[in-house]
């Protein structure tokens, strides 16, 4: 188990908290959608338009099984990924699997001038937070093999996971 990768909702600090996690262990830190979007040559968003959410699911599951091969990274994994399980068990029993967990207030309050992510761009996008964040917050739980609060500062929080991965870890 030599990754850890990063799960949680979209806001939750997953690439924050990763490249201070990156800074404090040495390991390289690759933010999942970026790594999807250098594949692709173009960003999330035009992936999005023009294959759908589909087929960035399928892009998202190449990602997975590709970095679930490599060794010494911090993963911060994109914020619908491991609602999937196939994304899960590409990592699941070979890396580290870490939920940072940080309540819907908190992500409404990050996300409120967000205009980069495909699925808020709805009229109601604090309504589609919350019905999200209700629908995936039990899946990130049954994925995680530990959870850290995420509501401290991202070095805090790096902190924080490095203790509680040393500790699964013994």
Not at 59 to 72: I, T
Not at 110 to 134: A, I, T, W
Not at 138 to 148: F, G, H, N, Q, S
């Amino acid at each position: 188990m030599d990754n850890i990768v990063l799960c949680g909702f979209m806001g939750c600090g997953k690439s924050t908290v990763g490249k201070n996690l990156a800074r404090k262990t040495g390991k390289k830190f690759i933010d999942m959608d970026s790594y999807i979007e250098k594949k692709a040559g173009m960003t999330v968003t035009e992936i999005f338009d023009k294959f759908g959410e589909k087929g960035f699911r399928e892009m998202e599951y190449e990602a997975c099984k590709e970095l679930s091969e490599m060794k010494g990274l911090i993963i911060a994994s994109g914020g619908g990924a491991f609602t999937f399980k196939r994304n899960v068990d590409a990592f699941k029993g070979r890396d580290i699997i870490v939920l940072l967990d940080v309540p819907i207030k908190t992500i409404k309050y990050r996300l409120r001038n967000d205009k980069s992510r495909p699925l808020l761009q709805k009229p109601d996008k604090d309504k589609v937070m919350q019905e999200l964040y209700e629908r995936r917050l039990p899946v990130y739980r049954e994925a995680a093999d530990v959870v850290v609060s995420g509501k401290n500062t991202p070095l805090g929080t790096a902190f924080s996971v490095i203790d509680a991965v040393s500790t699964l870890k013994k």
